[in-house]
């Protein structure tokens, strides 16, 4: 059974940073691409970042260069460091599987003053 289950979401002022950690079960997590997604209030899912198999990552425009993806394959686990955070960034974020198209349960982000 594929599990994905994200944590270390909260409240970040604005100029904060927040590490997101994804650990993935029932998978052999060293071959997968993996995703962040995230769904602001009243917008659709969009994609965050990805990473791959090899640790090729791609990021949108709005978050590139104050995010980072990463992935630990001993832990099983991908993380997306994200900094400067904007009231813009809050949102659930998701962590995604898109070979198999599994979801996590998603994690809070907001950033308010």
């Known amino acids: 059974q594929v599990r994905l289950m994200e944590s270390g979401g909260g409240l970040v002022q604005p100029g904060g940073s927040l590490r997101l950690s994804c650990t993935v079960s029932?998978?052999?997590?060293?071959?997968?691409?993996l995703d962040w997604y995230r769904q602001a209030p009243g917008k659709e899912r969009e994609l965050v970042a990805r990473i791959s198999s090899g640790g090729t990552t791609n990021y949108v425009d709005t978050v590139k260069g104050r995010s980072t993806i990463s992935r630990d394959n001993a832990e099983n686990t991908v993380y997306l460091q994200m900094n400067s955070l904007k009231p813009e960034d809050t949102a659930i974020y998701y962590c995604h599987l898109p070979q198999s198209y599994h979801w996590g349960q998603g994690t809070q982000v907001t950033v308010s003053s």
């Open positions: 029932g998978i052999v997590f060293r071959f997968a691409e």
